[in-house]
C-alpha cells in the first residue's frame, strides 16, 4: 500500500482534526502519500481530492470542526454515485481509506467495500457516543462538559426564580449525552430515547421534591419519544396543575457540536487516527479501529452498525438516587 486518503463524514464532532492531523502524520511516518477528501463522500463523487503533507495538518489539534469539511451525501446512496467516486479514487491511485465519522458513514464504507473492495478502516467521529466497538467516540468529552457548562449557568438563574428548566441536548437515537451531563450537572430528570419516559412518575416527583427544592433541572435528549423538550414541558405543566411554579426550556443544540476539544477527544483521536493507519497497513479491512478498556479494537464495520451500544445502567440509577 502506497497511497492512502482520509475523509470526515456526518455531523462533525470536537477531536476531528486530531484524528486527520494523526491520520496524516502516521501515514507519512509510515511512508504512504496521503490525499484529503474534502466534504465526506460528496467529494469522493466529485473529485475533491487532494495531497496532504505534514504541514497541512499544523495547527488544528486544538481546533472544533473538520479542516476536511463534512456532508451527508444523498448521491452516495445510489450506484451511480458510489461508481463515480471508485473512479476518482482509482484516477488518484488511492489503495486505502480512512473514514472518519458515525453509523452512517461507516454504513455507506460497508456498502462500498462490499461493491469495490477498496480497504477502509473507520475511526469513531461523533458526539452522540452511539457506536458500537469503542468506549467512547471522539467529540463525546467535548459535547459533555459544553452542555455541562450550560447546565451549569442555567442552574444558577433556575435556583434564583426557583423555576423548573427542562434542558434539551443533542442525541437523536442515544442518551449518552443526556445522562453524563445530567449526572454531571446534578440534575434531577434525565429523559432518554432508549428507555421509557414516564410522566406521570415525574410529575409525582417534582411534586415531592417541592417539599426540599425550589427549583429542578430537567435533561432531555432530543430523541425521547415523548418529544422535545418544549413538547415534554407542556405535558408535564399541563399535568402537575400548579400555578405557581414556572417551567423554562432550553435547547443547546448545535452549540454542542464546536468548540476546542477536550484532552480526552483529543488523544482518543490521535489514536484512533494512528491505529486506522496501522489497520490499513496491517490488512485490516471493513472495520472500525476504537478503543475498548485502553486497548486498540478492530470491530467489523456490520457490528458497529448492526450492534446497539447500551447504556450504563448504574449511571440512570445514580441519577434517581442523588436526586433525592
Ligand atoms: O449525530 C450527531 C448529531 O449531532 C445528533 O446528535 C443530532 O441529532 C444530529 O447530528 C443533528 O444533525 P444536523 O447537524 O444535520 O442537524
Redesign the pocket.
Known amino acids: 500500500m502506497k497511497k492512502i486518503a482520509v475523509f470526515t463524514s ?2 462533525d464532532s470536537p477531536g476531528m482534526n486530531a484524528c486527520v492531523r494523526s491520520v496524516v502524520r502516521t501515514a507519512i511516518y509510515k511512508g504512504l502519500d496521503v490525499y484529503g477528501i474534502y466534504h465526506g463522500y460528496e467529494g469522493m463523487i466529485e473529485g475533491d481530492i487532494k495531497r496532504l503533507q505534514s504541514g497541512s495538518v499544523s495547527n488544528i489539534v486544538q481546533r472544533g470542526g473538520t479542516i476536511l469539511k463534512s456532508a ?1 451525501s444523498q448521491e452516495f446512496r445510489t450506484p451511480e454515485g458510489r461508481k463515480k467516486a471508485y473512479e476518482n479514487l482509482v484516477k488518484h491511485g488511492i489503495e486505502g481509506i480512512v473514514a472518519i465519522g ?1 453509523d452512517g458513514t461507516f454504513t455507506g464504507a460497508k456498502i462500498f467495500f462490499e461493491e469495490y473492495g477498496i480497504p477502509t478502516v473507520g475511526c469513531p467521529g ?3 457516543n452511539d457506536i458500537y466497538g469503542t468506549d467512547y467516540t471522539i467529540g463525546f468529552d467535548t459535547a459533555v462538559n459544553t452542555a455541562l457548562e450550560a447546565i451549569d449557568k442555567i442552574r444558577d438563574t433556575a435556583a434564583a426564580h426557583d423555576r423548573i428548566f427542562f434542558i434539551e441536548v ?3 437515537d442515544a442518551g449518552f449525552i443526556a445522562v453524563e451531563s445530567a449526572i454531571g450537572g446534578g440534575a434531577e430528570f434525565v429523559m432518554v430515547p432508549e428507555t421509557k419516559t414516564d410522566l406521570d412518575a415525574v410529575v409525582k416527583s417534582l411534586k415531592n421534591l417541592r417539599k426540599t427544592k425550589t427549583s429542578s433541572i430537567i435533561v432531555v435528549a ?1 430523541g425521547d419519544e415523548e418529544g422535545n423538550a418544549e413538547e415534554i414541558m407542556a405535558k408535564v405543566k399541563s399535568k402537575i396543575k400548579d400555578n405557581t411554579k414556572e417551567f423554562k426550556v432550553t435547547t443547546l443544540g ?1 452549540i454542542q ?1 464546536g468548540g476546542s476539544p477536550t484532552a480526552r477527544d483529543r488523544v482518543l483521536a490521535s489514536r484512533c487516527g494512528m491505529a486506522a493507519v496501522e489497520g490499513l497497513i496491517a490488512g485490516k479491512v471493513n472495520c472500525m479501529a476504537g478503543i475498548m478498556n485502553q486497548e486498540v479494537v478492530y470491530t467489523p464495520f456490520s457490528d458497529c452498525i448492526g450492534k446497539t451500544k447500551q447504556l450504563i445502567p448504574d449511571q440512570l440509577k445514580l441519577i434517581d438516587i442523588l436526586s433525592i
Open positions: 456526518g455531523g451527508r458515525g461523533t458526539i452522540d443533542m442525541g437523536r432530543e448545535h457540536r
